[in-house]
């Protein structure tokens, strides 16, 4: 298994992201044709930060102002040169920087330093790159924010900036003052890092190094490198469970009836909820009723919080927040399944862990549809759906 791991211990920008992942053996023409689709062509030259040898990505773009629309038009424009995956992984990026400004300055923000030309290129640069070295996994050290405070087009503001700030929060990466002062990681650098993490705590079982490189900033301090470095290691055996943060809300019914319950859970999960669950409970005077529990996001536990309350007319909501959990790569595949003489084409999840199947499950609307259609009992859908998908998938017979 191939695993990247990032370690911004002096921060990180677009341009260093890139320039790391260059100097890691991305490839370069292709990451370049990805950029000049929005600028000039690139400067993509060797430089040297503290003693360290590192890529230093120059794009000469002039500063801009533009809506998270406007950005994504520039987005879209490129795609006939960039790799459809790491245009999708840019859009991404750029989502998770609207999302923050959104909350920061309020609805209607408009992009200045990270709508630039620049920023875009850096951002489909850097997805590129990592698209073209093809790794099964990828982790982040902590990253370093600087100190002291900062000036961009909103004033002065203190380290971090406060789309970082939230963007960071979102992410789940940790972070650190390092050594510096100024600011260190940059909005863009933090969105791509986001971004990118899949593995939420650092690889530390054997592995081989196969290459290492280093991403230049514009400064270049003394007696303190000024790069990012990205390691491509191989492993002897599969990358960690990845992890993420979610909140856990609760509440206790005792007045409403199953039917609106059922109703309910369906509300939540079409709403956003990761999931959503009823449990019998005894409540005080011997009173049967529900535990209600939904699975959500960090930022859209507010919103679930309040559907909860107006589809169950409860009162109050717990929230356990932040909690932490694994997650499992998780992936729908289509399968060809023919039952009672009708062949159909249909999707199933797939679970894996270290790359080994250890789940395949029918998506139950679709075998439910299959079933009716037919006129077989549903429990002989899933089966059939679920056997076709292991001997295509696993024993490799179809």
């Known amino acids: 298994m191939r695993v990247l791991v990032f370690d911004p211990f002096q921060g990180a920008a677009g341009d260093m992201v890139t320039g790391a992942l260059l100097h890691c053996g991305a490839d370069r023409e292709l990451v370049a044709r990805a950029m000049r689709a929005v600028v000039a062509e690139p400067g993509i030259t060797t430089v040297s930060r503290a003693g360290i040898r590192a890529i230093k990505i120059e794009t000469r773009a002039q500063a801009a102002r533009r809506?998270?629309?406007?950005?994504?038009?520039?987005?879209?424009?490129?795609?006939?040169?960039?790799?459809?995956?790491?245009?999708?992984?840019?859009?991404?990026?750029?989502?998770?920087?609207?999302?923050?400004?959104?909350?920061?300055?309020?609805?209607?923000?408009?992009?200045?330093?990270?709508?630039?030309?620049?920023?875009?290129?850096d951002v489909i640069g850097a997805c590129t790159a990592l698209c073209s070295l093809a790794v099964d996994g990828i982790t982040v050290l902590p990253v370093a924010l600087g100190t002291g405070t900062?000036?961009?087009?909103?004033?002065?503001?203190?380290?971090?900036?406060?789309?970082?700030?939230?963007?960071?929060?979102?992410?789940?990466?940790?972070?650190?003052?390092?050594?510096?002062?100024?600011?260190?990681?940059?909005?863009?650098?933090?969105?791509?890092?986001?971004?990118?993490?899949?593995?939420?705590?650092?690889?530390?079982?054997?592995?081989?190094?196969?290459?290492?490189?280093?991403?230049?900033?514009?400064?270049?301090?003394?007696?303190?490198?000024?790069?990012?470095?990205?390691?491509?290691?191989?492993?002897?055996?599969?990358?960690?469970?990845?992890?993420?943060?979610?909140?856990?809300?609760?509440?206790?019914?005792?007045?409403?009836?199953?039917?609106?319950?059922?109703?309910?859970?369906?509300?939540?999960m079409k709403g956003g909820a990761r999931d959503a669950s009823a449990i019998?409970?005894?409540?005080?005077?011997?009173?049967?009723?529900?535990?209600?529990?939904?699975?959500?996001?960090?930022?859209?536990?507010?919103?679930?919080?309040?559907?909860?309350?107006?589809?169950?007319?409860?009162?109050?909501?717990?929230?356990?927040?932040?909690?932490?959990?694994?997650?499992?790569?998780?992936?729908?595949?289509e399968i060809d399944v023919a039952i009672a003489g009708r062949k159909k084409r249909v999707p199933v999840k797939v679970g894996r862990i270290h790359d080994e199947i250890y789940l395949i499950k029918a998506e139950f609307d679709v075998a439910q549809a299959f079933s009716q259609e037919l006129g077989v009992p549903l429990r002989e859908v899933i089966a059939a759906i679920e056997t076709a998908a292991r001997e295509k998938l696993v024993n490799n017979t179809v």
């Open 67 to 121: 809506s998270y629309d406007d950005v994504m038009k520039k987005i879209d424009a490129a795609a006939g040169d960039v790799p459809p995956a790491a245009i999708a992984m840019a859009g991404r990026v750029f989502s998770r920087i609207r999302d923050a400004e959104t909350e920061v300055h309020g609805g209607g923000v408009h992009f200045h330093e990270v709508g630039a030309d620049d920023s875009i290129a």
């Open 150 to 268: 900062a000036t961009g087009s909103h004033g002065i503001f203190p380290i971090p900036a406060p789309a970082t700030a939230v963007i960071l929060r979102d992410s789940g990466l940790s972070t650190f003052p390092g050594t510096g002062a100024g600011e260190l990681c940059t909005p863009t650098g933090a969105a791509l890092l986001a971004e990118f993490s899949t593995v939420g705590s650092p690889w530390n079982g054997p592995a081989k190094i196969l290459a290492v490189g280093y991403g230049a900033g514009t400064r270049d301090p003394e007696n303190v490198p000024n790069v990012l470095r990205v390691t491509l290691k191989e492993t002897g055996g599969g990358v960690p469970l990845s992890s993420d943060s979610v909140d856990v809300l609760e509440t206790n019914i005792d007045d409403v009836t199953g039917e609106v319950i059922g109703n309910a859970l369906a509300v939540f």
């Open 280 to 333: 019998p409970i005894l409540m005080k005077k011997g009173r049967p009723g529900f535990l209600v529990r939904v699975i959500s996001s960090q930022e859209s536990s507010p919103a679930m919080a309040e559907m909860m309350a107006r589809e169950l007319g409860t009162l109050g909501i717990r929230c356990t927040p932040a909690v932490h959990r694994f997650v499992a790569e998780r992936t729908i595949e």
